[in-house]
């Protein structure tokens, strides 16, 4: 495992895209490894839901989304960060994904599938000023996987501001951005990447047969961890991709899965493998 580095090293790299009638896209460059895209994509979708859009921008069509309140999960699964809004949710994959715990993504998908490249842009007119600015992510295979529409100091409340009123504090976001992820001169927001805590997760899906009764498991987790005094979150998630083996349950700091947890079961895991380190073999998917 590496070390967090807080600082990210600039790519010092530029370039531009026709758009057409004079238009263009200027992209400027940044590191995607994983703690850097972590800290980044915590900052907007975490603490800065408020401020920001999301969706596709290609010629020909814009899908553009808002958060109207703080998203209800923010969450990282085998690679894939998950984001739950009140009425929509989005996957995207900040890390190299497994497949869950039998490995089943080949590797060529996981490269194609895993954001590769990523760049603040400024979308300008053909007297070469800016009029919008944003996020713009790419995969492994070259293609466009989500853009992030940043505060526009000309447009206020989806309506353009007449000429000479624009608010242009509405870019300190912008600016905030691009010293940080693109110039490296300021640190991050953060001393370890953030999504990186320890937690059980139990799966809720209707689909973990034979037992779809994850209330009784989760909650002796939670006894068990609480009166243990451990730092670790339980939480529920959905599918953990052993179905028909349920209630499952996976931990996150050595990526274990365990299945048909009962509650007794899951004191088990916490007084064994949470607090001893030893997991409970009996229960672990696939079964060594």
């Known amino acids: 495992m590496t070390q967090f580095n807080p600082m990210v090293k600039p790519l010092n790299q530029i370039s531009r895209e026709p758009t057409g009638n004079g238009w263009n896209i200027e992209y400027e460059y940044f ?27 290609e010629q020909g069509s814009v899908l553009e989304l808002e958060f109207n309140e703080a998203p209800k999960k923010c969450v990282l699964y085998d690679g894939y960060l998950t984001v739950i809004a009140q009425e929509w949710h989005f996957h995207l994959c900040i890390e190299e994904t497994l ?4 490995n089943e993504t080949p ?47 000309y447009i206020e409340d989806e309506n353009l501001l007449p000429d000479g009123k624009a608010n242009f504090a509405k870019l300190d976001f912008y600016h905030e951005l691009r010293e940080t992820y693109v110039l490296g001169t300021k640190q991050l927001p953060f001393t370890k990447n953030p999504f990186k805590c320890s937690y059980v997760a139990v799966c809720t899906s209707g689909r973990c047969y ?33 179905c028909k083996l349920g209630p499952v349950a996976f931990y996150s700091d050595d990526k274990t899965w365990y299945t048909r947890v009962q509650p007794e079961v899951a004191e088990k895991i916490v007084s064994e493998h949470l607090i ?13």
């Open 31 to 57: 590191d995607c490894q994983s703690d850097v895209l972590a800290c980044l994509t915590y900052t907007l979708f975490q603490d800065n839901w408020h401020q920001i859009g999301l969706g596709h921008l």
């Open 99 to 102: 497949g869950g715990p039998d």
């Open 107 to 153: 590797p060529e998908q996981r490269q194609q599938r895993l954001i590769n490249k990523g760049a603040l842009y400024r979308r300008i007119n053909p007297e070469g000023e800016p009029r919008s600015w944003g996020i713009q992510f790419w995969n492994g295979a070259g293609e466009k996987a989500m853009t992030i529409f940043l505060p526009n100091p």
């Open 210 to 242: 034979p037992s779809q009764k994850w209330q009784p498991t989760f909650e002796a987790l939670l006894s068990a961890v609480e009166k243990a005094k451990l730092h670790i979150e339980v939480r529920t998630t959905g599918c953990l991709q052993v």
């Open 276 to 288: 001893q380190g030893n997991k409970v073999i009996e229960y672990i998917y696939p079964p060594v």
